[in-house]
């Protein structure tokens, strides 16, 4: 379950249709905020170090539960091992104090 502060949405759409307000999306964010992170692509280390870290459990997480395709794991080193063998893309905003994190399957 969410904490009220976390939301978890998912989208799909035509990659032809998105890309044009792609763009002027991020810009109007990054204006927004005062703190604005580029994401960051992990590896495989990354992947574990930051997604077993009890700090991105605990508080960025939603549930303490890791969600792709639908299916939820729980951040278990053996879970990971599984999830990273899928060739998936995980993204953070910082490598060490995440904020924001996604993971997901390629275009």
Known sequence: ??????KIFTV??????IIPGLGAAINQL?????EWEDPILLGATYVKR???SPE???EVLPGKT?????????PLE???EKLVRQDLIWIVDDKE???????????
């Open 97 to 107: 104090e995440p904020r924001v994190i996604s993971l997901g399957t390629a275009p």
């Open 78 to 80: 053996s879970n990971l």
């Open 56 to 58: 991105v459990v605990d």
């Open 12 to 17: 799909q759409f035509e990659t032809e249709t």
């Open 66 to 74: 890791i969600i792709q395709d639908w299916a939820p794991y729980k």
């Open 1 to 6: 379950m969410c904490r009220p502060d976390q």
């Open 30 to 34: 990054k204006e927004s905020v005062a």
């Open 50 to 52: 930051v997604f077993l």
